[in-house]
């Protein structure tokens, strides 16, 4: 079994600052990771993920995430938010079967012009 | 690029009326999946099918079922909608290699207002 935990239900950071939404996670296999972002009124959109090659994972729109077994931990980082980034975040762990995918609560970000 | 329509995104039904909610993939994709979103309980599995005419229940199947009877298909039917079925519903869809790390496409969402 498997489950996620994301830390923070909501974050507000300004526009131009760093943005940090944590992540953690428990799984009985060696786990892929996802983090997804959903804007209002839309679907969910991957902005990357992580299947046990490297530990530093580059997704799109600046976004990137750090696999850290030690402290079972996935947190997605952006360097500088944009207003665009204002969204819901969910972060995804996968089993051992594809289809036993578990989601995290989700984390509303807003973005301060 | 990947796609995957749901071809109603907003309905009003009244209760006790059969509901259908039709999503198409067009990646060749084996899996498929049915998800629910609520605010404060996040996303919930319905129903999964990992082929043609196959089916899995999910984690709250009550009150659904789906139809696969092409791959690229996949219908969630709500036999006698209730106003707890109200929700925002998802397809979502997967290559089915069996194994974990397949990214899992999603649908822009079907909005239901049962009445």
């Known amino acids: 079994a498997q489950s996620v935990t994301q830390l923070d239900s909501h974050v507000s950071v300004s526009e131009g600052t760093p943005v940090l939404l944590r992540c953690n996670y428990s799984?009985?296999?060696?786990?892929?990771l996802f983090w997804y972002v959903q804007h209002p009124n839309k679907g969910l959109q991957l902005l990357l993920k992580y299947t046990s090659a490297a530990t530093l994972v580059k997704g799109i729109n600046g976004f990137e995430a750090e696999f850290k077994k030690s402290e079972t931990s996935f947190h997605l980082t952006k360097p500088s938010a944009h207003m665009s980034d204002a969204a819901e975040y969910f972060c995804?762990?996968?089993?051992?079967?594809?289809?036993?995918?578990?989601f995290g609560a989700g984390t509303t970000v807003t973005v301060r012009a | 690029d990947v796609k995957v329509t749901q071809s109603s995104r907003y309905l009003v039904k009244r209760t006790g009326e059969k509901v259908f909610l039709e999503c198409v993939q067009d990646m060749d994709h084996e899996n498929m999946f049915w998800y629910r979103q609520d605010p404060g309980l996040g996303l919930r599995l319905i129903y999964f099918?990992?082929?043609?005419?196959?089916?899995e229940k999910g984690d709250i199947p009550e009150g659904y079922s789906v139809s696969r009877e092409k791959k690229e298909r996949f219908s969630l039917i709500l036999e006698s909608a209730s106003t707890n079925q109200t929700s925002m519903y998802l397809c979502?869809?997967?290559?089915?290699?069996?194994?974990?790390?397949?990214?899992?496409?999603f649908g822009e969402g079907s909005w239901l207002t049962v009445v």
């Open positions: 799984s009985s296999y060696s786990p892929s």
């Open positions: 979502a869809s997967s290559l089915g290699t069996g194994g974990p790390g397949n990214t899992i496409y």
């Open positions: 099918s990992y082929d043609v005419k196959m089916k």
């Open positions: 995804v762990v996968s089993g051992a079967y594809d289809y036993k995918l578990s």
